[in-house]
């Protein structure tokens, strides 16, 4: 699938010259004849028969829409508009947002259309996330959004019924992950410090997460396409600061990281804080340090994966709503995360699987930098109700 990868970027690659291809109308429509162009896009080029072939597809049928048009200058010829200032003046095209908007910041022009079809595709890619043979789960109690503060038990099995840890284990990237888990102390507060073998398991985990998977050099594939990374060296740099970069969450020491807020959960203030894997919930469940309450959300997928809002009680500590997706691979978890905070920092980010929609609400952590004044991850996870 490296191939894939190549002829998607031909293709982009291809697509990027053609716009500014002296016949075409992309980004022309309604301009006034300009003769360094071997054909017009203006209503004069009808009568005078020198409009560009596209002329029709793009500035007629489509003057709705802003296909081929985004960032083309306002000209009051047209029915709507697509270039930054349209919002303002609330002429946008309708599909604007979709095929033009760019709400990242630092990110060039990533769409949400852009954004939507890329994680289809990392859905499909996914080959290393559990079968419903491999792993089985019994969500139990569903109690409604206003009593996930209640703190009841009411769920008195297992939510991981059944893991298939032979088959999922012995893969790479699930051992890369969890070599990395036990990592952590999850109290903030307190200074996490690792050995050289510790920090070798943050490299292994990027390689064999990004380097090695076809789902991760497809992530890298896209990012390189819209010129957010030179090259995949970059890209795992970047990662590696954004992820296990350590900031402090609490009194000065050097306490936390994205990774571990998010893939290994922890302490604030007497609460489950992050904790949005579910590998690390079966770990600990399987262990008897975590106790599953109920769940408060539960995804429209049917098969894996899926994703579920959960109250659970963590040796002694109470998650209100920690939502996760729920059987998908490592890679997956991780790709889709580093996309939404890539994408859309500090924001909603609309990601399409399988056809039905999942919002990723991602923070950005603002008390520390890294490299040229980037952002560490502070936070990233499903998007439900009432977390
Ligand atoms: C972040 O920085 C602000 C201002 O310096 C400080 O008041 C706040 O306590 C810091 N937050 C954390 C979690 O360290
Ligand atoms: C961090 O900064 C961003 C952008 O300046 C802001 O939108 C966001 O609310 C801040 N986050 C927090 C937790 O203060």
């Not at 930054?84 to 630092?106: E, H």
């Not at 992950?177 to 036990?182: G, N, T, V």
């Amino acid at each position: 699938m490296k191939l894939v990868a190549v002829v998607v970027l031909l293709v982009t690659l291809l697509q990027q010259g053609r716009g500014n291809s002296l016949d075409s109308c992309q980004g022309r429509c309604g301009y006034g004849t300009d003769s360094s162009f071997t054909c017009q896009c203006n209503q004069y080029c009808e009568r005078y028969n020198d409009c560009c072939s596209d002329y029709e597809a793009i500035c007629k049928a489509g003057s709705t829409s802003c296909k081929g048009r985004c960032g083309e200058k306002y000209n009051s010829q047209n029915k709507c508009h697509c270039n930054s200032k349209c919002s303002q003046y609330n002429n946008c095209c309708s599909d604007y947002a979709d095929l033009c908007d760019s709400k990242g910041s630092g990110s060039g022009m990533i769409t949400d259309a852009e954004i939507k079809a890329l994680s289809e595709t990392l859905y499909v890619l996914d080959s290393n996330k559990a079968s419903a043979s491999e792993l089985i789960v019994e969500p139990q109690a569903l109690v409604p959004d206003s009593e996930t503060g209640s703190q009841s038990d009411l769920s008195p099995r297992l939510l991981f019924r059944y893991l298939n840890e032979n088959v999922l284990f012995a893969r790479p990237t699930y051992a890369a992950l969890l070599a990395l888990l036990d990592n952590y102390n999850r109290m903030t507060g307190q200074t996490e410090d690792f050995s050289p073998q510790q920090l070798a398991e943050q490299d292994t985990f990027l390689t064999e997460t990004m380097s090695n998977t076809e789902l991760g050099r497809e992530l890298f594939a896209f990012l390189y396409t819209k010129g957010v990374y030179p090259s995949e060296n970059a890209f795992l740099q970047d990662l590696k600061m954004m992820w296990f970069g350590l900031y402090s969450r609490n009194n000065n020491k050097m306490d936390s990281s994205g990774f571990e807020h998010i893939f290994a959960g922890e302490i604030k203030g007497g609460k489950v804080s992050g904790f949005h894997n579910w590998i690390q919930f079966y770990l600990l469940e399987k262990r008897e340090r975590l106790n599953y309450y109920s769940h408060s959300f539960d995804g429209p997928w049917t098969s894996y994966p899926d994703v579920l809002g959960m109250q659970f009680m963590w040796d002694g500590y109470y998650k209100q709503v920690g939502s996760a997706i729920i059987g998908c691979s490592p890679e997956f978890d991780f790709a889709l995360y580093s996309l939404c905070y890539i994408a859309r920092p500090g924001k909603q980010c609309r990601l399409s699987l399988g056809g039905k929609e999942l919002l990723i609400q991602t923070y950005t952590w603002n008390n520390s930098s890294y490299g040229d004044g980037k952002k560490f991850i502070g936070s990233a996870f499903p998007s439900t109700p009432r977390n």
